[in-house]
Each structure stands twice: as C-alpha cells, then as structure tokens.
C-alpha cells in the first residue's frame, strides 16, 4: 500500500503556523533550507529528465501501453477501471517534462508569496514536502528504488498493462478520453487447433515486443500465401512490421521474406508502406535493405516518392521523427541513383 502523504502534511501545516515570522533569523535559516531543498530537488529532476530522454529513445521502449489514471476522491468504487493507451517512450517524456513544469510552478508560487507578501508557511511547509512529493513520482521511485530507468520496460514503474493483460470489463481510451476500440486480437485470443496462435496473433505480439521480439515465430510461419497479409484493422504486413521493429535479425528475415514475394509497396490504412515504417520508427537497416539495388530497390518501386493520406512521405516522416540516421539513407540513395541516371544520359549523348 502506497504511503500516504497526508499524514505528514497536516501535522507540517500545523506547526508551520506556530513559526515566528517576525524573528529574522528563523527567516533567514526558512529562507536557507528552503533553496538547499529546491536546489537539490531541481539538480535530481534535471538528471532524471536526462535519462528519461534517453530511455525514451530505446527502441525496446516504443510500444504501446496501458496506463491507469491516478486515483480521484470520491470516485465510484464500483466503476469499471479506464486505461489510457500511450506509447511508453512518450509517456516517459511526458511525465519526466510534468516534474519540471509542477516544481517551476510550485517555486514561483512559494518564492512570489514569500516576496510579496511576506509569508513563511509556504517555505516551511515546501522544505518538508518537497521529498515527500517527488518520492510520489513513478520516474524518482524507479531511479531510486528500482535500479534506474534502464530496462524501464520490463520494471513496469507505471504500474501499466500490456495488451495481452486487459480483462474483458476494462476500457481503453485515448489521450482524449474517448473510447477505443480494440483489434479482436487484441479483445480475444483467437486460438487455432492445438492452441496455436493465429497468424494475425502472432504479427501483432511480434511488433508489441518492439525491438526485443523474438522473429523466428513469425518467420516460421511466413509462407508465400501469408507473406503479404494484411491484419484486418489498420491493414499491417509481415514486410510493414519488420521494416519498423528494430529487432535483431531484421535485415536478413526480410531478405528472405523477399523471396518469398514480400511486396514493401503495399500500404495499410494510413497510407504508409514499408519505407514509412522504417523512416518514422527509426529504422536505418531496414531501410536501407528497402532502397538498396541488391534488396528491394525502393527507388525503382517509388516508395521514397510516395505519399501517405497527410501527404507525407517517408522522408518527410524519417525529419520530422528526429531520425537523421533513416534521412540520410534515403537522401544518399536518391542522390546516388540522380547520379547514376545523369552518366547513362551522358553517355546516350555521346554516342
């Protein structure tokens, strides 16, 4: 059971209204603990935000999760539980930026009444709370507690669920509180004879693992009848998949899956085809697997040129994501090919 932080801040409230505010040196040691307090509370916010930074920029992080929201006063005890789907590197930024902008606040409000008005309750108070609120803190708890925010993913800080783990009564929102509703494979495990998983089952967990899933399952089941399947809610392929994973592998898994006739100019329900996965997931390998002459010639096939229903392409996608490593790729294939095509054509003059 969580400690309740309660019961410290009353009796704190009670004895910070005893204070003699009148006596310049109780002002000046209140003045003193206070900024040796905040001081230290900034310096540990600062680092965890620069881990955070960097734990939301591993790949293994970039799926999705389940998150609860905090517990409300007086809510229905009998109301069926609600969770938020995030992506976990994204909700680590989201909660390591909340510690900076609440403790920005809190310091301006404290340090304001203090100037202005001359109250001392509010250092007083804030000198004591302050660990208390940052210990609250699922980021500060795993750094301090749990070993740091690597492998944040399998630690569960946010006390989050995956897909696999909602119940049939829990309900599922987006980050604008309205409902979602999710994949029948995600709602029921469709089990085929012998409680094998489907097809559809196996794609799906493979790309929830991110870049720790294992590829062997789904490249054991790949064959030339399913190698260009789609899932039946957003139109996701075998080839879609392995070009955004980031897994090990990756590289080698789709040169065999194109053999088997991977086709990587197919696109899902957001317009995106293989090269869009790989350009905003930040996947350099498979992209260039996906461009080079000797994998599937992207170039040829246009996929570089190619528009999503935003207009987007992945380029555009691969600079807006942040991921330089897929931009370059790209830039440098379609430059090398530029140049390749303006010797032929001075060669045709030639002769």
Known sequence: ?????????????????????E????????RCCYGAVQACAVLLILFINMKANAAAADKANNVKIYVAPPPQPFAD???KTSYQEKLLNE?????????????????????????????????AIQSIMTPFNLAENALVSALIFKGGLSDI?????????????LGATDEVTDAQGNPIVLSKAANKKIKAAGGKKSFEDLLLDTWDLGAEADIK?????????????????????????????????????????????ANPSQIDQEGWNALHWSAYHGSADAAKCLVAKDGYD???LGLHEAADKEGKSPLVHAKDEGNDDVAKVIEEAVA????????????????
């Open 77 to 79: 005890p009998n109301a």
């Open 153 to 165: 993913k399998q630690k569960r800080v946010f006390g989050e669920k995956t897909r696999d783990e």
């Open 217 to 261: 399952p789904l490249m054991a089941a790949l064959n030339k009848k399913n190698i260009n399947y789609a899932t039946e809610e957003s139109a996701w392929t075998p080839i879609m998949i392995m070009s955004g994973l980031g897994a090990k592998g990756v590289v080698a898994a789709m040169k065999e899956m194109k053999k088997l006739g």
């Open 23 to 30: 006596d310049p040196n109780i002002v000046f040691l209140l």
């Open 1 to 21: 059971m969580a400690f309740n932080k309660m019961f410290v801040m009353l009796p704190v409230m009670m004895a910070a209204r005893k204070i003699d505010g």
């Open 336 to 351: 090398s090919s530029s140049g390749e095509s303006g010797a032929d054509e001075g060669l045709r003059k030639r002769k």
């Open 298 to 300: 992207g170039l040829v």
């Open 91 to 123: 909700h680590i930024l989201s909660v390591a930026r909340g510690m900076i902008s609440s403790t920005a606040m809190g310091i301006c409000m404290t340090v304001g009444l203090h100037y202005y008005k001359g109250m001392i309750v509010g250092l």
